[in-house]
């Protein structure tokens, strides 16, 4: 099992971003899908999380800014990040808990640079 994740970048304030992670292998199910972020000397923190039904939860820190959500048939889930702000450099790690053909238990992706500056 794979998670690839894309479309971190750079960004003023204010701006937009949306991240993208597709899980990849013999796939039978994935449940949860999420995103967390880590910045420098601070702990992983969870960001946003869907459930396979479709349900979010979100940090209080990115309600009304940020939405997830997810493809089933792609197996894919997204984060469009709105009005963004210098506290959210970090970077962002999508999860996901996945049943292979081989396997099944919480898988990360790659991580992805989110930089809000001016």
């Known amino acids: 099992v794979q998670l690839q994740a894309s479309g971190g970048g750079s960004v003023q304030p204010g701006g937009s971003l949306r991240l993208s992670c597709a899980a990849a292998?013999?796939?039978?199910?994935?449940?949860?899908m999420g995103w967390y972020r880590q910045a420098p000397g601070r702990q992983r923190e969870l960001v946003a999380r869907?459930?396979?039904?479709?349900?979010?939860n979100y940090a209080d820190s990115v309600k009304g800014r940020f939405i997830i959500s997810r493809d089933n048939a792609k197996n894919t889930v997204y984060l469009q990040m709105n009005s963004l702000e210098p506290e959210d450099t970090a970077v962002y790690y999508c999860?996901?808990?996945?049943?292979?053909?081989?396997?099944?238990?919480?898988?990360w992706g790659q991580g992805t640079q989110v930089t809000v500056s001016s």
């Open positions: 292998g013999r796939l039978l199910s994935i449940n949860d």
């Open positions: 869907i459930t396979s039904g479709g349900s979010t």
């Open positions: 999860k996901a808990q996945v049943v292979s053909v081989f396997s099944s238990g919480n898988y």
